[in-house]
């Protein structure tokens, strides 16, 4: 079955940027579909950006214009680009894979172990 490792999270001022990397591994299938979601202490996991096979993207509407999701196919790892961090964006991320399209939507198979994602003021 597949692993999702996740590695990147760390503590930065606001505005600042990381990059989020998630690599699977036991993964046999020919193309599959991933996400990144959060989860803050007290809320709701959310979607935070998705990718197609071919490259179709979706993020939400918190994210969209600051975040930048990607895949290295030859290296199976998905990466989530964080750019002008906000406070708000301070939560445990986690990455998930699916055979099927998921989106945004929770429904997905495989999920990482999560990489806290801390933004100060």
């Known amino acids: 079955q597949v692993q999702l490792v996740e590695s990147g999270g760390g503590s930065v001022q606001s505005g600042g940027s990381l990059r989020l990397s998630c690599v699977a591994s036991?993964?046999?299938?020919?193309?599959?579909?991933m996400g990144w979601f959060r989860q803050a202490p007290g809320k709701e996991r959310e979607g935070v950006a998705a990718i197609d096979s071919d490259g179709s993207t979706a993020y939400a509407d918190s994210v969209k214009g600051r975040f930048t999701i990607s895949q290295d196919n030859a290296k199976n790892t998905l990466y989530l680009q964080m750019n002008s961090l906000k406070p708000e964006d301070t939560a445990m991320y986690y990455c998930a894979a699916d055979f099927l399209p998921r989106w945004l939507l929770p429904e997905y198979n495989f999920w990482g172990q999560g990489t806290q994602v801390t933004v100060s003021s």
């Open positions: 036991g993964y046999t299938y020919g193309s599959y579909y």
